[in-house]
């Protein structure tokens, strides 16, 4: 019985499915495939760069900016972003579909309303809680209509390129949901994925995006920049940190890059010690030497593997410290998350100094201990003693 119960119900749901795929509403062909969005300003209101899947191989269109190769790019303008958005249909024939969208680009002009032009996307039920969201250092519609190889560089490259800038520790989480949560806190500094474009080989017809680093947020307005580098030692620091390489040179001037294969962070705030907090900082590293450039093959032996290992604790403790006297003494804005740390902590000491939270952060002097297994990886990767 229980099983003529399922077998009805799958029955169902398979006739539910392809009933509402006959409606002329619905067809895949009668769907715009969104898979990539930039949003940008002028003086007559907002400017939306739309990639889409490019079903139909030849399609022409005065408003279409590109519409060769896997995808085709559209420009609608509108008052605000949905409005810009209900002139899809007219420009392309077909009734959006949001659900593959991969990637929101917001363009400089819009950097300081991200909340308000993301807004849409959060309210709209067919459109994916967690696509990702960048900034872009110029306009987003220059990510979008970027050329390789005269196509454009399709919105699924550019979340390949940001995902393993997650993977390697040079991009946090920017899914839409996390960042309209992160930016509801009035003392969280926001941090979101920056890209950019440049110019291939010279005499070639092509760009790359790049991932710049990343663009800082507070009380939803653009704060300042931070570098891959940065970026790296932020996660770092916050114990969201995946793989990450870290470049610098011995005391004979010899290159040396070490790979952090894994990180454990522990960060201790004060109890009762607000509104001049005290923190500490310790980071548990396991790394590996991925490239030593002497020379010579023998030339990384046990006590050069010494030194290597000191250079890098001395340069990680050294780097974020500078980070930290950035952020929290010079920009003012709290990327490490220390107000929900001291929330918990020191819950009514907090909210006592919640609204001068900009001045308390000022005080924060972390004290950062860095320990490091550090082993020689390569074609002989045997322990010395």
């Not at 010690?273 to 002497?294: H, R, T």
């Not at 020379?295 to 410290?321: F, H, Q, R, V, W």
Request: aromatic share 6%; proline share 2%; with cysteine.
């Amino acid at each position: 019985m229980k099983r003529m119960i399922a077998l009805t119900a799958v029955f169902a749901l398979i006739t539910a499915l392809f009933s509402s795929c006959s409606s002329n509403n619905t067809e895949l062909r009668n769907r715009l495939i969104i898979e990539g969005m930039g949003v940008d300003r002028d003086e007559d209101g907002f400017v939306l760069t739309v990639q889409a899947l490019n079903t139909t191989p030849q399609s022409q269109g005065s408003d279409q900016t590109a519409s060769s190769g896997a995808v085709i790019v559209y420009t609608v303008k509108g008052n605000s972003v949905s409005d810009a958005l209900s002139k899809l249909r007219l420009v392309s024939g077909k009734n959006p579909l949001y659900s593959q969208n991969r990637i929101i680009i917001i363009g400089s002009s819009v950097e300081n309303e991200i909340p308000a032009t993301v807004d849409f996307f959060v309210r709209e039920y067919a459109s994916r809680i967690n696509v990702l969201v960048a900034v872009s250092e110029n306009k987003a519609s220059a990510i979008l209509n970027s050329q390789s190889e005269s196509e454009a560089i399709g919105a699924k490259s550019v979340q390949e390129i940001i995902e393993q800038g997650k993977l390697y520790s040079h991009a946090g989480n920017s899914e839409i949901y996390a960042l309209m949560n992160d930016f509801s806190d009035k003392n969280a500094g926001v941090c979101i994925p920056l890209l950019g474009t440049e110019k291939g080989v010279e005499g070639e017809d092509k760009e790359t995006v790049n991932l710049k680093g990343a663009r800082v947020f507070k009380n939803g307005k653009a704060q300042c920049y931070l570098t891959n580098e940065e970026v790296s030692y932020l996660l770092l620091s916050t114990g969201k940190s995946g793989k990450c390489e870290i470049a610098f040179k011995d005391s004979d001037s010899v290159n040396v890059t070490v790979e952090i294969l894994k990180s454990r962070t522990k960060v201790k705030t004060g109890k009762k010690d607000l509104p001049n907090p005290k923190v500490e900082i310790e980071l548990n590293l396991s790394a590996g030497v991925l490239e030593y450039a002497s020379g010579t093959p023998d030339g990384l032996n046990s006590e050069k593997l010494g030194e290597i290992n000191a250079l890098l604790k001395e340069k990680i403790e050294s780097d974020m410290s500078e980070l930290y006297k950035k952020m929290l003494k010079e920009e003012k804005t709290d990327v490490f998350r220390f107000d929900r740390r001291f929330s918990l902590t020191q819950s009514k000491k907090y909210y006592e100094f919640e609204d001068e939270w900009d001045s308390v952060i000022g005080n924060i002097e972390p004290k950062i201990t860095v320990d490091i297994d550090l082993k020689r990886i390569g074609i002989n990767s045997a322990k010395f003693s």
